[in-house]
Structure formats: C-alpha cells, structure tokens
C-alpha cells in the first residue's frame, strides 16, 4: 500500500536558520511527489513537485526539494528561515499516471522564532 | 487566471440539518476533489469526480455526497449533519497528471 510519512508533527526553527521537513514515502510505482504549505484558515498551496525530471526540485519562497529513491526520501529544505513561513506543510504522493488518488501526509507545522 | 472558488465562506447548521457546499475549478480542469479538515485528523479524502462521474470515494457514511456539474462545477451535500462533521470543507482541482490546485475551504460549525 501507498502511503507517506511526515516524521516531525512539529519542527521549531528561528528566523534565518536552515529549515528541514522530513518526508519518506512507500509507493510501488515511480512516484509523484509534491509538497503544500497551508496558512492558518486558508487552503493549500503548491509549493514544489517532483515528477521524474531532476532530483532536485526548486520551488517557490526559496524552498526545494530533493528526490532520493534509494531512500524513499523527499526532504523539504529552505536555507534561511522567515516568520511568513510559519505554516503546516503536507507531503503528498500521487498514485498513478492520470488523476486517481493524492495521498497526503499527516503535515508538518513550522513555527518560526524572531 | 481566477483559482478555484468555495462558497460559502462559512456555514452554520444544527445537528439534522443539511448542507450545500459549491466548488468551482480552475477553468479547464475537470477533476474536482473533496476533503475534510477536522481539527487534529489532517487532511481526510471524500470525493473525486471527473468528467462529470463519481471516480472514488473516501471512508465516510453514504449522508457525504455530491455531485459534478457539466461545466465542472461541484457541489458537496452532508445529510444528518453531526456535531462531529464541524470542520473545515476543502474543494480542489486538477487537470490529468498535473497537481491539485485548492479553494481556501468552507468552515462548516455544527451547534
């Protein structure tokens, strides 16, 4: 079965460090990887995806994300941390080639530090 | 180009009571998808329609359903409410392999 780990519920990080959101993911297929960043009482929003171009996937607001197969792995990473990323932040796989199911994972909340 | 659009922003209802909740895609997109945002569960999957048809549904009692419009447009409808099914309502869209693209959601509260 198909399914995606989030292995922080919640990573505190102060304003400019480095911040990482660890993802690791079971799929039987190449998967596609994505990750969305939600804001308090709003939806979610694309921030990178991987769809097996480049491991490395830039994003947007200076995030990026990189593919490891052999480790089932699709860390999220920004160099500098800012307050406005304070958020939660979903990995999510998708199952097979057209539409079908998005399985996300549980999220991550960032909080950001002054 | 306009994203997609949730209406109402927020709904009130008592317990028994019905809801309609609407959801316009992104123009072009012919997927809709619903979800459930409950306060410490995550995101839970309960609809996906294409084209029109019911493509697969999440674990929720048969009083969740909805439908899609010709124009791609989608409604979700929740019998019987409960005071458990107070949440957050999220709409998204896509379009074959590209990514979903979501509403900012409809806050239902049950009193």
């Known amino acids: 079965a198909q399914s995606v780990t989030q292995l922080d519920s919640h990573v505190s990080v102060s304003e400019g460090t480095p911040v990482l959101l660890r993802c690791n993911y079971s799929s039987s297929y190449s998967p596609s990887l994505f990750w969305y960043v939600q804001h308090p009482n709003k939806g979610l929003q694309l921030l990178l995806k991987y769809t097996s171009a480049a491991t490395l996937v830039k994003g947007i607001n200076g995030f990026e994300a990189e593919f490891k197969k052999s480790e089932t792995s699709f860390h999220l990473t920004k160099p500098s941390a800012h307050m406005s990323d304070a958020a939660e932040y979903f990995c999510v796989v998708k199952l097979g080639n057209y539409g079908q199911n998005f399985v996300f994972g549980p999220g991550t909340r960032l909080s950001v530090l002054p | 180009e306009a994203g997609v659009t949730q209406s109402p922003t927020h709904l009130i209802k008592t317990r028994g009571q019905q809801a309609t909740l609407r959801c316009s895609p992104i123009s072009g997109h012919t997927s809709v998808y619903w979800y459930q945002q409950a306060l410490g569960l995550g995101l839970q999957f309960l609809l996906w329609y294409d084209e029109g048809e019911e493509r697969n549904r999440g674990n929720f009692p048969p009083r969740f359903s909805g439908r899609q419009f010709p124009n791609y447009s989608s409604e979700l409808n929740v019998n019987a409410l409960e005071l458990e099914d107070s949440a957050l309502y999220l709409c998204?869209?896509?379009?074959?392999?590209?990514?979903?693209?979501f509403g900012d959601g409809t806050r239902l509260s049950i009193l």
């Open positions: 998204a869209s896509s379009f074959g392999d590209q990514p979903q693209h």
